[in-house]
């Protein structure tokens, strides 16, 4: 209920838009990602409305399941009701999973999958029987529907479990071959398509995964375990290092250890990678769900202790994550999470770029095009424009470039949207100046923030001959 409470407090999210123009144009993958979360985009726009808090209702069910897998995470290690609730508790105050429920993201998804292949690995561990391999197939061929990056995941628990036991799960055997195979199958039909496009189109989130790799630089690399704490809560982590000395310490969680061990494979994988932060913290959820037992037994004493640690957990998280305060006093916070800070000004650049649509001569607009930087400010066009006159926006950045290029016959002038963010970007068209600027009335230092809205009498080429050097990733 906080979740939807809060949904319209701000605006949509720049990814939140470039998923719901993506999600008319829906395709087994895009540059960046394969086609899960544009189409619950898509299907939260159509069952709610085209409105954030539209959009963010599937969102908040995602994290409200989130917090249930991981209370049965809890449970499959040995915890009982208490544990599970302290379990259920915590991840409902961590600052991950608020901020991950308020927006339509892929990590939203992601969160919940991955915490569902963890779940069915444990019980697979436990238990031993082949008949949790098709639904570990089935899981992750559904998680590869929204990000390639479970491969990750599956080599780090395949890490764990060459390394802590038991080894015979992945031993290529006759008699334990038939689960992995089974679950291969049953993957398959989620994978293949994602696959094919991706192989099809030259592996283009591989391209984009690079790129995140040398943003991070080495700074980002140390940063992997910090961040990881700040994002789920400082106050939480006695919770998850007690889980973490009980999986790898307790002999009665022998079974659980590869999970422990999965957790430290993936954040050194991240770190040799320079992949983002967060990429582990699912499996940190994990180890939170096998802390919370020890906890149930010191409640009964220190009750109010505990409701106390987790009220400020929540309170600092939502301080962190959720549109809690005035959108002119977001510095604070967005210096954990600069992204917050982009819920903010779309409506307004949606005005500014009106204006500058208004300064073509009315008989030169039939054959004048409109071109961003990125795909948020596309995504913004497309969802305030047309209210405001605008004709639908085009760029070159991720999946846009592949619905242009602008037609033949629009060799008029070309109204450009930020082109300082790739100072490029203007070289390739004539006579350029500066016709309004983008405000978003609250200070907010976000990246559109005093972006220009820039007028050109036209390209410098050929639509066909200009729109490859425009590509973005």
Known sequence: MLLIALSGRYGFHRDELYFLL????????????????PLLARLGSELFGATPTGVRILPALLAAASIVLTALIARELGAGHGGQ???????????YLLGNGHLLSTATFDLASWLTVILLTLR???????????????????????????????AALAAGILTAGPRGLLIPRPRTLLGPLTALLTALPFALPVLWW????????????????????????LLVIPMQVLLLSPLL????????SRLLRRPELRWARPVAVAWVALCLLVMAGGGKAYYPIPLLYALTAAGCEPYAHWLREHRAKLACALLAALLTSALAALPVLPASALAVPMTVDPDIGEEVGWPELARATATGWAAIPADQRATAVLLTANYGEAGALAQYGPALGLPSPYSGHMALHAWGPP????????????PAQYPDLQDHFTDCHTVAHVDNGHGTANQEQHAAVVLCAGPDRAWAELWPLLRRN
Do not use: F, M
């Not at 508790?89 to 600052?95: I, L, M």
């Not at 982590?237 to 973490?244: I, R």
């Open 198 to 221: 991706q192989a099809a189109h030259g592996w283009p989130e591989l391209t984009v995964a690079q790129g995140i790799s040398s943003d991070g630089g080495a700074g980002g690399r």
């Open 22 to 37: 993506a999600g008319r144009h829906l395709a087994w993958g895009y540059p960046d990602q394969p086609p899960l979360t």
């Open 237 to 244: 982590a006695p919770l998850w290092l007690t889980g973490l």
């Open 85 to 95: 609730v302290i379990a259920a508790a915590a991840t409902a105050c961590s600052g």
């Open 407 to 418: 037609p033949t016959t629009s060799n008029g002038p070309v109204l450009l949207i930020h």
């Open 124 to 154: 697979l561990l436990r238990t031993g029987e082949i008949r949790w391999w098709p639904l570990l197939g089935v899981a992750v061929g559904i998680a590869l529907l929204n990000k390639l990056l479970i491969v990750g995941l599956l």
